[in-house]
């Protein structure tokens, strides 16, 4: 099947950031069309505890949060790998969904509301010319006014577009692994926790079901430490930590393979790619260490849209839309993206993380005030 209709706007990837910018710009009166590469309901790798600042507008978007009982989480502890560990309140908080729930159900509603939702489909190539879009993917060719790129931490067209963190060399920020389970387990609802190992760190917080989440991040030299083989790392390398073991050997794990990602990079990256708008994780991440990338992706795609409709409705010129929504990312998310680097630098060392969790451990007050410096404000 080939597809030559005229767009006014096509998005590639249907993650938070791509479902919810299609949803906007369907209601706003703009033929949309979204390209997957997966068909839902699926997993994806990620840590799904989401700041309450998304709470209003996910509500605004037609996911009944306040119906579906999910855990609200307003607690934090994080360990050092020696198992010296501090506790503190989240000052906004967040609550607990996986993504195989709430994807699905934004990717109901953007079927609902209008937008053509093409599943199983890969995108090839995107070509801007004679101000407009041509999108190459497996099902054919696709013109569009307006490209928007949300296909999230590493993709095709992210090595075809040379972009600049491709291009750098491995390094503290560029070489991570990720790996997800849901695991059932004794664990309080409220909590999150961090637990830090040598060179990584691992989350766990509830999700829907009375199931968790089980996410950690860590260098891809400590997977070839252990010959390629997760569970040896795990027993090797994570289980060292006190927290660690005992979630690993007193848990029932709910799938038979791990979720796994490879090649994370936290360099900075561009808004923009040949007048291709990038939301989400394909704009920039912010450590898990931290929280919140999905809210990010979801804030993100609130400026996305607010700069499409303007141009869409000739009140401003491309290249305008495209310097004022690299604007406002970096106005809502630079500072934390640099809050997180930063923190990320302490934990990923056995040595500093323990000094750090020994040496904050009086300060409730200081680490809450570090926790809102990666948080960001209802939306």
Not at 85 to 114: C, M, Q, V, W
Not at 183 to 192: H, R, S, V, W
Not at 316 to 325: A, F, G, K, N, V
Request: charged fraction near 20%; hydrophobic fraction near 40%; charge should be positive.
């Amino acid at each position: 099947m080939s597809l030559h209709p005229k767009y006014d706007i096509v998005i590639i990837g249907g993650g938070l950031a791509g479902l919810a910018l299609s949803i906007q710009c369907v209601r706003a009166g703009y033929r949309t069309i979204v390209f997957e590469r997966e068909q839902y309901p699926f997993h994806k790798v990620c840590g799904e505890y989401v700041s309450l600042e998304s709470w209003n507008f996910l509500e605004e978007m037609g996911v009944p949060l306040s119906d579906m009982q999910l855990p609200v989480i307003n607690r934090l502890v994080v360990s050092a790998p020696n198992g010296k560990h501090l506790e503190a309140n989240l000052p906004l908080g967040g609550f607990g969904i996986s993504r195989y729930t709430l994807d699905h159900l934004l990717a109901g509603i953007a079927r609902k509301e209008g937008v053509e939702l093409m599943e199983n489909t890969k995108v090839t190539n995107v070509v801007y010319r004679n101000n407009g879009f041509v999108v190459f993917s497996s099902k054919g060719e696709t013109e569009a006014a307006v490209v928007a790129g949300a296909f999230g931490k590493r993709s095709n067209l992210d090595a075809k577009w040379k972009r600049p963190f491709t291009q750098v060399k491995p390094n503290k920020l560029n070489h991570y692994v990720g790996v997800k389970y849901h695991i059932e387990t004794n664990f309080p609802e409220d909590l999150i926790a961090l637990h830090n190992f040598i060179d990584g760190y691992c989350g766990i917080s509830r999700i829907e079901n009375n199931h968790y989440c089980l996410c950690y991040l860590t260098t891809a030299r400590n997977l070839r430490k252990c010959h390629n083989d997760i569970q040896a790392m795990e027993q090797q390398i994570l289980q060292k930590n006190p927290f660690l073991q005992k979630i690993f050997t007193q848990s029932t794990f709910l799938y038979k393979e791990p979720l796994t990602v490879s090649r994370i990079s936290f360099n900075r990256k561009n808004q923009v790619e040949n007048h291709v708008l990038l939301i989400g994780d394909a704009a920039g991440m912010i450590t898990p260490l931290c929280g919140n990338g999905m809210s990010m992706a979801l804030h993100g795609s609130k400026l996305a849209f607010e700069e499409i409709r303007q141009f869409m409705n000739g009140q401003i010129t491309r290249y305008e839309m495209e310097l004022q929504y690299t604007q406002q990312w970096e106005r809502q998310f630079g500072r934390r993206l640099q809050a997180g680097r930063l923190i990320q630098r302490f934990f990923g060392n056995a040595s500093l993380s323990n000094f750090l969790i020994t040496t904050l451990k009086p300060f409730p007050r200081f680490v809450a005030w570090l926790i809102g410096q990666t948080h960001g404000k209802p939306f």
